[in-house]
């Protein structure tokens, strides 16, 4: 059997459950999850190898409307996952109206590569509701596959896998076959950080943090990892900082032990607070923070 080879990016509008299904089909939890809108800024790779496949998924930001400069950058990463992807992996939910950013289904229409549509959070919606909203999707995408499925249950899973292994196109592995993903553990120690800080503070607070890894040092037993958390006024810093430092501490404490669970290891952690006034709306600071496409 030949080998198999290829791009499979997924994208959908926030909340719909992308990341969580990008995890579900790795096997590897690579990208962070929370309730709030915009978790996923970055566009992450996560890799699965077989004997005879290997998929290169992405996750990416979910669909919006730009406000700033920073938002402007992660859709940017959406843009280019529609324009490199060999199948698409558009996820939905069973309370999304389907019709919510046309301009966007416009252009998947447009799309000559094959569409796997997942109408995600079965779990949540009656049997009724989730035929209608196959029927709906039918109509809106006709030449897509739609699988029904539940990716925090890992329900038709496999379908899914089986689905894209159809479409996945003859070619070598694009990465060496031990790879995981194309992230370093830099990015994935940053990334906790921030996920323990948007499940941590309210408001507006998480969607103005940046997380810099100023030092990583890996050692045989212990890993040595130095962060700044970026903000954009001194109110937010004092908010992060909290009263006698004991929200950072705890932010530190829980972010720490995630890291620790992704690397195996112990891990000594620090973490600083600095403003940085309006990075979100700065091009020269955004690729700093990596947000370079």
């Known amino acids: 059997m030949a080998h198999k080879s290829g791009f499979v990016n997924i994208i959908g509008n926030p909340n719909t459950g992308k990341s969580t299904l990008m995890n579900a089909l790795v096997g590897e939890r690579l990208s962070i999850i929370t309730s ?3 978790t996923t800024r970055h566009r992450i790779m996560g ?64 799309q000559t590569v094959p569409i796997v549509l997942v109408i995600n959070k079965i779990d949540l919606a009656y049997q009724q509701s989730v035929e209608q ?13 739609i699988i029904p499925a539940s990716a925090l249950h ?19 592995a694009y990465f060496p076959k031990d790879t995981l993903t194309d992230r370093t553990l830099r990015f994935f ?33 212990l890993d040595r990892i130095r962060a700044i958390v970026f903000v954009e006024r001194d109110s937010q810093k004092g908010i992060i900082i909290g009263h006698q430092g004991k929200m950072l501490k705890r932010v530190g404490t ?20 600095k403003v940085d006034p309006n990075w979100r709306d700065n091009e020269l600071k955004l690729r700093r923070f990596g947000y370079n496409q």
């Not at 909203?133 to 596959?145: G, S, T």
């Not at 669970?261 to 620090?270: C, D, H, P, W």
């Open 36 to 38: 709030k809108a915009q």
């Open 47 to 110: 890799i699965v190898n077989g004997p005879d496949f290997q998929i290169v998924y992405s996750d990416t930001p979910g669909i919006l409307k730009p406000n700033y400069k920073l938002q402007e950058s992660m859709m940017r990463f959406v843009t280019t996952a529609l324009d490199d992807a060999d199948v698409i992996l558009y996820v939905t939910d069973t309370v999304e109206t389907p019709t919510k950013y046309e301009g966007f289904l416009e252009k998947l229409r447009r």
């Open 133 to 145: 909203q196959v029927e709906r999707w039918k109509e809106l995408l006709p030449k897509a596959v």
């Open 154 to 172: 890992k329900f038709n899973i496999d379908a899914i896998l089986a689905q894209l292994l159809k479409f996945l196109p003859e070619s070598p």
């Open 189 to 221: 120690a940053s990334e906790i950080i921030r996920e323990k800080i948007l499940t941590t503070y309210q408001k507006e607070i998480p969607y103005s943090v940046e997380v810099a890894i100023e030092e990583y040092i890996e050692g045989p037993k």
């Open 254 to 273: 829980d972010a720490r032990v995630n890291i620790e669970s992704f690397v195996g290891k112990k891990v000594f952690l620090e973490l600083f607070v």
